[in-house]
């Protein structure tokens, strides 16, 4: 995939030379693919950038879509299991347990789907070094900061999510995982409901703070 998100100023040097590294590497992935536009963020985000496809209509290879589903769903788990320990908020850490449970079961049918199909694509091994840096922000966020991190990166993700499974269903080159990424569509669709709703309430420009906090 082309690299090149965008970074607001202020950000570290070298996380943003780590986040722009990730950018042109999937461990254990293909880089095949097609060029994806502008970088997908949540308003008022300041974070590492998810790339991924910028609308939910572009054209996008079986070789691009499996590597940036597996990683996106290992992703979704890693940061949901911090947040169940870290965040403040129960509807926070609701979500983050929702997060966990759901996307092991999506990883676990496309894992499933790439054992049993011809697609000869590899599920990639490790979680590349984009979503690396976001786990690091969030394991470096201060307490009272944290909630707003991780809202803010799932309101992002779930953006980028839902514009790789609705391209990938909508002009995807495989009719039966084109199939399955159509049914991930309102899944994805609910989680973004109300990851934006959480990032509106507990964001960065919301400051709010659970009662008794």
Sequence with gaps: MSGGGAFRPGLPAFLALLVLSGCNQTDGASEQGPANGSATVAKHYEGPKPEGVS???????????????????????????????????????????????????????????????????AIPRNIDARRRAMLGQLNGAGDREFDSVYVGQQAAAHLEAFNLQSSYARRGDYPALRKMAGEMVPVIAAHRKQAEALDARFGPTARSVPAGQ
Aim: net charge positive; glycine share 2%.
């Design 55 to 121: 609308r939910p209509d572009e054209a996008v290879t079986t070789t691009f879509y499996i590597p940036q589903a597996a990683i996106g769903d290992m992703y979704e788990m890693e940061a949901g299991k911090i947040a169940m320990v870290r965040a403040r908020a129960p509807e926070v850490k609701a979500f983050a347990r929702m997060m966990v449970a759901d996307h092991q079961r999506s990883s676990d049918r496309l894992r499933r789907f790439v054992a049993d199909n011809p697609v000869n694509i």
